[in-house]
């Protein structure tokens, strides 16, 4: 079982690094007020919430200890993140505000995962 959560673990920073790398490749048009929330942030959001639900339900079936405050408040920002990129999938440009909010929330959920240990 272990092997699987690690290689779910690997599957969930795939995942980060299109939402987030999708955001950070377009912080200068996002300046410009001209980015988008292309495929690879909308899978990338929606990658997270799947590989994060099944590490929740593998870490359990393991009795691993989960910190369910820590993934509920992760979980309720990738809800709001994967709300404004579906939402906004098909615009062809996204507002600055909209666009900055994503990101931010990225990385906050980043630093709730390594920070709270
Ligand atoms: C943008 C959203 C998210 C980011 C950036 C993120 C980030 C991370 C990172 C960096 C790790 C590896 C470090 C660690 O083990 O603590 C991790 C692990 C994990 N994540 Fe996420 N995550 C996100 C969303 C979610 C969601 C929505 C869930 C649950 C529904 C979730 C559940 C988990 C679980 C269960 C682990 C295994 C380690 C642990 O017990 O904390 N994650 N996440």
């Known amino acids: 079982m272990d092997i699987l959560i690690h290689l779910l673990v690997g599957l969930h920073i795939i995942g980060?690094?299109?939402?987030?790398?999708?955001f950070l490749t377009q912080m200068k048009a996002m300046g410009a007020g001209t980015a988008r929330f292309g495929p690879a942030m909308l899978h990338g959001a929606g990658t997270m919430l799947v590989t994060g639900a099944l590490l929740v339900g593998l870490n359990e079936a393991d009795d691993h200890h989960i910190n369910t405050v820590k993934i509920g408040l992760k979980l309720?920002?990738?809800?709001?993140?994967?709300?404004?990129?579906?939402?906004?999938?098909?615009?062809?440009?996204?507002?600055?505000?909209?666009?900055?909010v994503v990101g931010g929330l990225t990385m906050a959920n980043i630093f709730i995962a390594v920070l709270w240990t």
Request: proline letters at 0%.
């Open 76 to 100: 309720v920002l990738l809800v709001v993140i994967l709300a404004l990129v579906y939402v906004k999938r098909d615009e062809e440009t996204v507002d600055k505000a909209s666009f900055g």
């Open 16 to 22: 980060i690094a299109a939402l987030l790398g999708g």
